[in-house]
């Protein structure tokens, strides 16, 4: 739970303290809350609170609603089509919109011509990007005089096959389509590099070829950005909110053992978002309305109520329905900005949904690595320093880095990293479930296995001793018994076909977002609603926050009506960085006390009772001492004097506060998965068999969905291992598998035996005390299917995706 | 308002905490080494002077597209 190495880092600046400074309570109660792992270590924990914090809840055993396996609220709904996502909205009179893309890595557009475009029958409107101060926003308001050539002053330089450079409305999708294709475009080419390592060579075609550099860098957090670019080299970044480098590495080397020093290599691996990026805009004169596919409603209002300068109360975002962001779904987006510029110039709906294809170019990608790993150690198994270099390509984009799971895992003494971004002629990167984590995880865990192999250990005793993550302990132990866990000489099965059995854990910080907030309401009729702009992004948030309403006012979940996903309501967090469930349910679970509060109120004073003497459990209010005392809680929202009661919460500071900032809190959230392969040694065919997967995310509020999050997880992790790979032709920066048939994720006959075990573990942290579980169930699984691997045939591979052909090289088969 | 800041209120960015904006909002770079960032005007990683939008770009009042920040619109 605690960082090993928290003693030994600087921590930087807290984020921002001074903007909003640590909430004061003018009264305050102390609570004793549930700590630890049932069945292992739990205690109590006694915390200071707001007086307005709900009673403590008790451990999952001991309630009714919360914990338990629950099926998905809105699932009746999906399965039946009844369901909308963005793409099934349809809107009176609306148009379908089409982007016109670059099909150059590198080019300059000499001239644009959209006249034909315009005059197409059925074509209602035209926007060009332009490349100037307020160049996506319209400067000619009024459409009186719309422009139709450009000049190459005014128009972007392409960068990347895909890039957008402009796009139309129209009254059909096919016309839209063909429409956009008149559109005459003059390109000037020029040379262009697509490759990590060609990228990096003096010589090679710049992307960007002068940089303005300035001061402050360092944001709120005191991090200091990497600002340094030579060629297409910008970096290294060598710090983070865990600090910096620290002790002295050479020192940490010369004290070891054994060095073990290796290169590794991860792919390009793009979203694949079953719904794709997209948006309906609906300019209207008093209110933009946005129904988008985002993990972020509120940020999506934000960005367009700032770019089109309006009021954030003159925008509304939707999402109702969403299928898949995984970090990519952020923010407006290039196309949720022009449906909105096409919406406004022809004053009707705007429907503009990317295909396969685009998805693939320009919605985003996990950038790929390439990381020089050193690591030292003693013959009692300490590591006595770290030293990592990574480089990665986000293309025209910066992030490529390989997160913080060599630095904060393992308890070391001595470390020091540098990660440098590398400018590509490619799409930009996006932020992708556990960003950089995944890849780090790649290389570390391997180099662990191997040090353990060195050490004649077991992997699992090995980190027993040098990770003093205490779940994570629990995790290795249960994970192992569930799995059956007994190691085996590597490569040692006679036969072809080679069976292996490896594992990986993971490390991800408990972040929360305090812009969380929610309303509950109670009506007279006895139904309840909650409302919040959080939106569902498959994970079944829904159903969580139904059950915490459901568990605090005594009914079911399918007594609660959930309202989320439209900024109408209270903002809640964006859904990324697996901050949801620990975010919005404290806010929800507090407002719903905060509405249970009012109605008990006035029940109290219908039967002339102490407040202190009335609950609500089993569908019923009643009083405490007096048996009589009774009825239905329909009955009781009867007695209301108005003709709804009403609290509104927002998510507060961690108990206990947090671990830097406003949002940083105490406790990472640990991973373990063994997986268990077969590798066929004539053919290089790798067969991931089984997965265990042990997690934990604090309180499980449905167990059922968590184990659907994590079998999303594991699956993810076998396709980026074994399949996924973004291969761009050389000789023209297209994506040669821009589809999901080259383009391969796991299908059913390669999805493995997948067996969770989850770990309830209490840290006192909320009022629910849940943590979120997408980043975690990501980040080992290509690391344990490495090690099987290896253990299987007895070589080791260092380059992602595991495909056949690099078995067979690596067993020297040609 | 909160204290201000000196990035571009069009410069965006995702890390693994979430989006962060600049404008009037405090920057958090948890982690510059995977976080991803855009420039509201273009929709893309680049600025509408062609250069890539970043936290340490994107606070150089010398740029032509810099745009302060304002007052938040809520209405």
Redesign the interface.
Known sequence: MANPNKKKIVLPVA??T???GPVKHLYSKKVKLPYGVPGHNLTEMEREVSIDEPPALPINEKLNVLGKRTKRVDAIYKVTGAAKYTADIQLPGMLFGKFLRSPHPHAIIKSLDVSAARRYPGVRAVHV?L???????ERDSGHDAPAETYNMDQL??L?YVG??IAAVAAESQYIANEAVKLIKVEYETKPFVLELDKARKKGAPIV?E????????????G?????EQKGNLR?P?TG??LGGPRGDVEKGFAEADFVLEKEYRTQVQTHCCLETHGVVADWQPDLLTVYASTQ?TA?VR??L???F??????VRVITEYMGGGF?SK?????FG??ATMLSKKAGRPVKLMLDREEEHLSA?NRPNSHQMLKMGFRNDGKITAIDLTSYGT?G?????????VAQDMYECPNFRTA?Y?VFTHAG????FR???NVQGVFALEQMIDEAAERLGMDPVKYRDLIDKHEVRKIQRMKGAEAFGWKYKKPGSDPGPIKRGFGMAQGHW?R?I?LNSSATVRINKDGSVAIMSSVQDIGTGTKTILAQVVAEELGLMAEDITVKIGDTLYPDG??S??S?TAGSITPAVRNAAYKAKMELLGQVAGAWDVELSDLDMKNGEVFSKTDSSKKMSFGEATKKMRTNQVMATASRPDDYGGFEI?N??GYGRLGSVQFAEVLVDTETGFIKVERVVAAHSCGRPLNPLQVESQINGGVIMGIGYALYEDRILDLNTGYQVNANLEQYKLPYSKEIPQIETVLIEHYGAFSSTDASGIG?PANIPTAGAIANAVYNAIGVRLYELPLTPQKVLAALGVS | M??P??YC??L?G????????G?DK?????????????C???????G?????A????C???????F?APEV????
């Open positions: 984020p921002d001074e903007a909003h990007l490349m100037e101060p307020g160049g996506s926003v972007p330089r960068r890039q957008p960007f002068e940089v303005i550099e300035d001061g402050g860098n360092e944001g709120d957090v991090v200091k950005a990497a600002d970096g970044t983070s909110f972020n940020g934000d960005d109520a700032e770019l300068g309006l009021p954030k109360s003159k970090g952020f923010g407006a987006g290039h900005v022009m985003g986000a025209v984009g910066l992030g490529a880095g390989v997160g913080r990660q971004d930009p990167g996006a932020a556990a960003p950089g910080t972040f977002n967090p964006g990324g960085g901050v900032g949002g940083i980043e | 909160n204290s800041t000196h209120r069009f965006r995702k890390n693994a905490y979430g989006t962060v904006e404008g405090p920057f958090l770079n948890f982690d510059p080494a995977t976080t991803t960032y855009w509201l005007r273009t929709m893309g990683p680049v509408p002077d062609g250069q890539p970043h936290l340490s770009n606070g150089n009042t010398k740029r032509k597209c745009a938040e619109k809520e209405s």
